[in-house]
């Protein structure tokens, strides 16, 4: 066979989308909406070449038309869970020995596919089932996920590339194996690249995954398991299950050949993982690799010095994009009291213009929030602050289920810095402002260096150089994604590598080389050519 030294196509961020009016991807977009909107998906589990269909299913209904069924998803039982590993450990016979290259046009093609044939399927299928707009889907179902699978290829490349140096006499080579055994991917539901990168980005290093996607995404989770079939992802070693998370994650937590979780969602349910692991470590083959993204309670500061206009805007897009339900969405702001008036006037006229709805209404800024269960949290913090006496809703603060589950973009502001919403994660339209004195700006920000368990992202807006510098400082762990002059979210791919630490996470970057070498086991070689005969050393003589 022959043999080369193979240079991967350059990564590219793929170019959003617009979708203005009279734009041709408007209308392409709009008639798959409705396309699938009035279809009835039924979604199997994926296991090897197999797809099951249980007969244990549940509805499936967009956010923002909860009466509005759009397909039915199988549930798995234990057996499936057992088939779905033993399936992944027989494909990593082959997977683990297939060449790079060959692994990278895999993941290459469903990138090309993704942006091409399939794009509007995908970002389709993300409005409706987790009530993205069609700008939140296309940053996110389109480009960032073949930004993910394309910047990974050539991550992988250089991790290959970098090798140790070698002396007189010797060779020295570091390669790169699979870890030995499965990979469990546990994906949230308001990301799909996100769920799409978990599980393939373990694949891409040579690793075979048991994917559990969230129970809220099931629509855009089916497009990306079609995807990686037509790219010629072999059978079994992506293989999708889903049900009980807690009797699934306790199947694969039992197994010795687990040797690895990549997690992103909720910080208790990480921490609980993470105990359990720990619990069956003396069973395990290998020590696994534990990679996980948690919560954020991330911030924007704003100097006394910031743009009021660039301020309210950060604040705008920051918090209630898609809802707020990023897990780098703003959530507290601290603004100073001399800024105030002026980002109080112009964020409020701003919100109050927001126009929220169905996603299959492009003109809609905004969604509706997942779930009951969330629509029920946020409320009840709303109905809180409107009785607090630290508290006063200067803008919103209305909610409506009876045909979406819609949350208005809300803004507090208290009095107290340690205010419940000041603190604690609540994964929605709710954006907290706490005032400060222009001349306790330090002090400020070491409150917001202390008030939060989490660590992921947040923002400095200042146009007084000393005042960012000083920020910088003094906020270097509350954010592992810390920006200047800008809203707290938009993390891209090969340019702002994603992750925090404290409570928010193992802080591995997903989108980089970090990530992609937790899913590695190096192994190093020497080869000797001209091997010792004597044993004994100069100094001997």
């Known amino acids: 066979m022959g043999k080369g030294y193979f240079q991967v196509p350059s990564a590219i961020n793929e170019t959003i989308k617009t979708y203005a009016p009279g734009s041709p991807e408007r209308d392409s977009i709009e008639k798959m909406y409705k396309k699938l909107y009035n279809q009835k998906a039924e979604i199997p589990l994926y296991i090897g070449d197999k797809e099951i269909k249980t007969g244990n299913t549940k509805s499936i209904r967009p956010p923002h038309d909860h009466q509005h069924e759009v397909g039915i998803y199988h549930t798995a039982d234990e057996q499936h869970v057992e088939?779905?590993?033993?399936?992944?450990?027989?494909?990593?016979?082959?997977?683990?020995?297939?060449?790079?290259?060959?692994?990278?046009?895999?993941?290459?093609?469903?990138?090309?596919?993704?942006?091409?044939?399939?794009?509007?399927?995908?970002?389709?299928?993300?409005?409706?089932?987790?009530?993205?707009?069609?700008?939140?889907?296309?940053?996110?179902?389109?480009?960032?996920?073949?930004?993910?699978?394309?910047?990974?290829?050539?991550?992988?490349?250089?991790?290959?590339?970098?090798?140790?140096?070698?002396?007189?006499?010797?060779?020295?080579?570091?390669?790169?194996?699979?870890?030995?055994?499965?990979?469990?991917?546990?994906?949230?539901?308001?990301?799909?690249?996100?769920?799409?990168?978990?599980?393939?980005?373990?694949?891409l290093m040579g690793n075979v995954a048991v994917w559990k996607p969230s129970d809220s995404q099931m629509l855009s989770a089916q497009v990306i398991m079609e995807v990686f079939k037509e790219a010629g992802l072999p059978d079994g070693v992506?293989?999708?299950?889903?049900?009980?998370?807690?009797?699934?994650?306790?199947?694969?937590?039992?197994?010795?050949?687990?040797?690895?979780?990549?997690?992103?969602?909720?910080?208790?349910?990480?921490?609980?993982?993470?105990?359990k692991i720990g619990q069956n470590i003396h069973n395990y083959n290998t020590y696994p690799r534990i990679v996980g993204e948690t919560g954020g309670k991330d911030f924007i500061v704003a100097h006394k010095s910031a743009d009021a206009q660039v301020v309210a805007t950060a604040l705008l897009r920051g918090a209630f994009e898609f809802q707020g339900q990023k897990c780098s969405a703003a959530s507290r702001s601290y603004i100073s009291n001399s800024l105030w008036p002026s980002v109080k006037e112009k964020l409020v006229k701003d919100v109050k213009s927001i126009k929220m709805g169905p996603t299959g209404d492009l003109s809609n800024f905004m969604g509706a929030v997942i779930h009951e269960q969330s629509f029920d949290k946020l409320s009840s913090y709303i109905e809180r602050a409107k009785k607090s006496d630290e508290a006063e809703i200067i803008v919103g603060g209305n909610c409506d289920k009876s045909k979406g589950y819609f949350v208005e973009p809300t803004v507090i502001v208290t009095t107290n810095p340690n205010y419940e919403t000041m603190v604690e994660e609540l994964f929605g339209p709710v954006l907290t402002l706490y005032v400060y004195d222009d001349e306790k700006y330090e002090e400020t920000l070491h409150l917001v260096d202390n008030t939060s368990q989490y660590g992921l992202t947040g923002s400095i807006i200042s146009t007084d150089r000393y005042a960012a510098s000083v920020a910088t400082d003094i906020l270097q762990n509350s954010a592992g994604n810390f920006y200047i002059n800008d809203k707290c979210t938009g993390a891209v791919v090969g340019r702002q590598p994603f992750g925090g630490a404290r409570n928010s996470g193992t802080n591995d970057k997903a989108g980089s080389k970090f990530n992609l070498l937790r899913w590695s086991s190096p192994r190093l070689i020497k080869e000797t050519f001209v091997p010792a005969t004597d044993y004994t050393y100069p100094h001997m003589g």
């Open 83 to 203: 088939q779905a590993i033993d399936t992944a450990l027989e494909a990593r016979k082959e997977w683990a020995k297939l060449p790079w290259e060959q692994r990278a046009a895999v993941f290459l093609k469903a990138a090309d596919l993704i942006s091409g044939p399939y794009r509007d399927k995908m970002n389709a299928t993300t409005m409706i089932g987790q009530s993205k707009t069609v700008f939140q889907a296309e940053i996110d179902s389109a480009c960032e996920i073949c930004d993910f699978l394309r910047f990974n290829v050539e991550y992988m490349t250089e991790i290959y590339r970098e090798q140790p140096e070698s002396a007189d006499n010797e060779w020295n080579r570091l390669e790169h194996r699979p870890l030995e055994g499965f990979v469990y991917a546990i994906t949230p539901f308001n990301f799909t690249a996100i769920a799409g990168n978990l599980p393939s980005s373990a694949a």
């Open 238 to 275: 992506i293989n999708m299950i889903i049900g009980d998370p807690v009797m699934i994650t306790d199947k694969i937590l039992a197994r010795k050949e687990f040797a690895g979780i990549h997690f992103t969602g909720s910080t208790n349910v990480f921490k609980d993982i993470w105990s």
